[in-house]
């Protein structure tokens, strides 16, 4: 049950996340998307794909685990790691979308924008 409000938390923050950076970013029909080492922009996406691809990716990749931990019996001596898994997978994908988020920024001309 706490991994299912763990990994619902981390979705809504998320989400929440891409909508804050939707209307800051509204001017922009696209948005960067990949870069090189040296930060220049290779490949770019519509506003709204490239804002909702990765909270949708965790939103699976997320399901999939809680999925797994409430159908699968974990190995003896791994009951208790379930939880922290799940939370550290949540926390890493939040994490990247703030990278993200920043690289975008600084893609677009500053990270105050």
Do not use: H, N
């Amino acid at each position: 049950m706490l991994q299912s409000i763990i990994s619902i938390v981390a979705i809504i923050v998320m989400v929440e996340m891409s909508r804050r950076a939707d209307a800051r970013y509204r001017s922009e029909t696209t948005l960067p998307m990949q870069w090189l080492l040296d930060g220049t922009v290779i490949r770019t996406a519509p506003r709204r794909f490239a804002l909702a691809f990765f909270p949708a990716l965790l939103a699976f990749v997320l399901g999939a685990m809680v999925v797994a931990s409430l159908m699968l019996t974990p190995r003896p001596g791994e009951e208790g790691l379930v939880i922290p898994v799940i939370a550290c997978v949540a926390l890493l994908c939040v994490g990247l979308q703030v990278f993200y988020l920043r690289l975008v920024a600084k893609s677009l001309g500053g990270w105050g924008k």
